[in-house]
């Protein structure tokens, strides 16, 4: 800590600091429309969520069956509820705060003698708000099933959301430490700043993984988070003190013996998930403030300083100045090294091989809940279909450009613009074989595919992973975010690759159906006549991806124009 | 190769740019002659970078004139490219790629990729003094390194023209020396025109053979850098632009808020 004069209430300025930067969208009404969406959102959780959640519901079943339902499953559904608001508040915030290193800012802090633990409790304070205000609209949509089903009074209702009050507040102050332990000591450089980005990646995956558990493995999830081995999870302490006021409180009269039933489940009793909820809660934070001077010290550490050299082109990169000689040949290995250099960009194709191998065993999955044999060969229209999303991710709005300086670059050389993308393009249809060999791997090991099957999938997954590729960087080029993946441009264009790829996909299907209803014309049909081959499988796997291959050349065309354009 | 038309590299007739309500360039009349050392002086904000961006073919204007080697701007701007070299304000590198990589980067959009490409990278570098660094990657450089890759970037294709756009802003003496010793061999050697944009009236004094000073976006003095001094009344360059653009503040005004 640096001496002199100690300022008062520096907690507060940051955390007001933090409140203005994340409103900054509607600064010029903030008051009225922060108040406005309090509002809105208290409006939903105690009336609108819990009358609409358990409208849908009942639709679906009556209460009765639905409260036999959930007597079954509730523990275990009570604590994957509870993981899904624990992970999301504990990495989303991680994975928020590591896509812009902020020690720029400490230093501001450190130089008006700021104390340290005033920045933990100020940077903390500020992103109340906004994740406050998430909790306030998911929880409850996720806790009314229960509350209706349990019939809990006004009483029960509060101490529940008392209870996922303080998990959420503990939560955040964790996350928060976190944050500031790993930025810490990735430093403000660009090799910080590019790791950083690389992990915000990585993180999004372990959330990723239990939403897909969540959405396709159900029953099982349940079963196995009854596990004693769960019962040291932090998450599930509140999870289960939280199922013990329902049960405590439930209006619908539960016996004896149904309790006892739950307690042989829950393990720890309501005192003790009481206990355990508090004291992790409070734990972090003596731990915290006592860490926060070593934490917010400004220095250069061993990987700011570190210098990188680069070595001689690899054998690969050496086999593409061979094949194509010239400046297209130079600019696509420049481009290849710049790609794999950047870890984020590694990252993002680590994430996309790791959901194309995620596929087919949903896929399989699928196939069991609802009951079907599972065949093999009907892979293919489905890998079609969802391989689309792994090729647009790595590179929509990323690995493109990093400033717009360097637009002015390539823009200064002749024809520059569109030599650049078709360079970009030939990294992206070379990145694309282990996006498309991933999960035809992982099929080949799973269910041992003959030859010419996995020939098949992989030839499929390769062109609908280029098309994905042409249609994320025509998207890119024509709305540049230039690296900063919290913008509106680059929720954008991630936005509209995903949208496009998949309706361009989907859309010969759509087509058919149009026809057939609107002028009574089955294409499926008609196909099936002349091919002599699966309509559906034709559609998914031949026409859409020639499909999806027009739209990205056309994507591409008007992206090339767009980046090579002189600006008005 | 476009050869500049009767001497003359650059010229512009009543040029404007307009940004919505905000009139960057306005009735811009501008004349540089081949192998001239061209200073375009002036306030942040007077329109220095936009007349470079119309010039170089990267922005439209709003109305007016303006041909580079006597192309028009407005007509054939891969051929304008293909003649220039423009040094950008701000640094737009690639951070993960070496000095090397860099220029090959650069070199390849211009369609080159060559031997004599490579010949050039290292000589380059060499005279940047950046050999021993060449390798390493960008995000490792100081500013004032990177400063130099850019100027090589821009003299790797061997312009007739350059336009510098604040090229000794981040370099420390002894880079500032290497540079404009480059410009003025360059400029006697090979009468390469440079059109430079800088606040610096020191190093304009030293390299540039003619100066114009800009100021809400028309040219408010033309002529050598003597001419200007003499003209304003002044004792240096710095004097004279300070006398002709404003800026001189008084030493209560300095203190007044206190």
Known sequence: ?568 | MTLARNGVSIRTERLNKAFGPVQAIRNLDLEVLSGNRFGFLGPNGAGKTTTVRILSGLLRQTSGYAEVCGIDVSRDRDSIKAITGLLPETPGLYSKLSAVEFLEFIGALNGQSDEKLHRRIDSLLGVLGLEGRQDDLLESYSSGMKQKVLVASTLLHNPKLVFLDEPTSRLDPSASAVVKDLILVLSEETDTTFFICTHMTGFAEDVCDVIGILNQGGVVARGSPQEIVDSAGAGDLEDAYLRIVGGKVDREALLAWR
Not at chain 1, 344 to 367: C, D, E, H, T, W
Request: proline share 5%; charged share 10%.
């Open chain 1, 1 to 568: 800590m640096l001496g002199g004069e100690v300022m008062t209430g520096s907690w507060y300025h940051i955390a007001k600091a933090e409140f203005y930067v994340m409103t900054s969208g509607f600064r010029k009404h903030r008051a009225i429309g922060t108040v406005l969406l309090y509002t809105l959102a208290t409006v939903w959780a105690s009336y609108l969520a819990p009358m609409i959640i358990v409208g849908i519901l009942e639709i679906i079943m009556p209460m009765d069956v639905m409260r036999t339902l959930l007597m079954v499953m509730f523990p275990g559904l009570m604590r994957t509820v509870i993981l899904f608001l624990w992970a999301l508040l504990l990495l989303y915030p991680l994975s928020y705060s590591l896509q812009e290193i902020k020690i720029g800012q400490w230093e501001i802090y450190l130089s008006n003698d700021v104390k340290t633990k005033d920045i933990l409790a100020g940077t903390f304070l500020g992103k109340m708000p906004l994740y406050g205000l998430i909790v306030i609209l998911v929880a409850p949509v996720l806790i009314s099933p229960f509350m209706a089903a349990f019939e809990v009074p006004l009483l029960g209702q509060m101490l529940v959301y008392a209870s996922l009050a303080f998990m959420v507040i503990s939560t955040l102050w964790l996350a928060n430490f976190l944050t500031s332990i790993i930025q810490a000591r990735l430093g403000d450089s660009s090799r910080g700043n590019d790791i950083a980005k690389a992990l915000s990646f990585v993180i999004a995956l372990v959330v990723i993984i239990p939403m897909y558990g969540l959405m396709f493995f159900m029953p099982q999830l349940s079963e196995l988070l009854g596990m004693d081995a769960f019962l040291i999870m932090p998450f599930t302490w509140p999870a289960d003190l939280v199922s013990w006021i329902a049960i405590t409180f439930n209006g619908i009269g539960l016996t004896g013996g149904q309790i006892i039933g739950f307690a042989s489940i829950l393990k720890f009793d309501i005192i003790q998930s009481a206990i355990l909820t508090v004291t992790f809660g409070f734990l972090w934070v003596p731990i915290a403030i006592a860490a926060a001077d070593r934490i917010f010290t400004i220095g250069a550490g061993a990987r700011t300083e570190s210098v990188t050299t680069v070595g001689r082109d690899n054998i690969i990169l050496r086999g593409i100045r061979r094949v194509a000689k010239g400046p297209f040949g130079a600019l696509t290995i420049v481009s290849l090294k710049d790609f794999g250099r950047k870890a984020q960009n590694l990252s993002k194709i680590f994430y996309g091989v790791v959901l194309a191998i995620i596929l087919p065993i949903i896929i399989r999955q699928m196939s069991i809940i609802e009951g079907e044999i599972f065949v093999v060969d009907e892979i293919l229209p489905m890998i079609s279909i969802m391989i689309g999303i792994v090729g647009v991710f790595p590179f929509a709005g990323t690995g493109f450009l990093e400033s717009k300086d360097q637009l002015w670059i390539i823009r200064s050389a002749p024809k520059g613009a569109s030599r650049f993308m078709r360079a970009r393009l030939a990294t992206g249809f070379l990145m694309a074989v282990p996006l498309s060999g991933a999960p035809t791997i992982a099929m080949i090991i799973m269910f041992a595919l003959p030859p010419l099957l996995a020939a098949q999938i992989f030839i499929s997954a390769y062109i609908v992973v280029c098309g994905a590729v042409m249609i994320a960087m025509g998207a890119t080029a024509q709305n540049p975010d230039y690296e900063d993946t919290k913008s509106p441009a680059h929720q954008t264009v991630l936005m509209t690759s995903m949208l496009l790829t998949e309706f361009t996909l989907l859309g010969p299907l759509f087509l058919d159906l149009f026809l057939t209803l609107g002028l009574g014309i089955d294409v499926l049909a008609v196909i099936e006549s002349v091919l002599h081959v699966d309509g559906l499988w034709f559609m998914i796997t031949i026409v859409g991806p020639s499909t999806l291959l027009f739209v990205g050349l056309a994507m591409m065309t008007l992206g090339i124009r767009s980046l090579g354009k002189v600006e008005v």
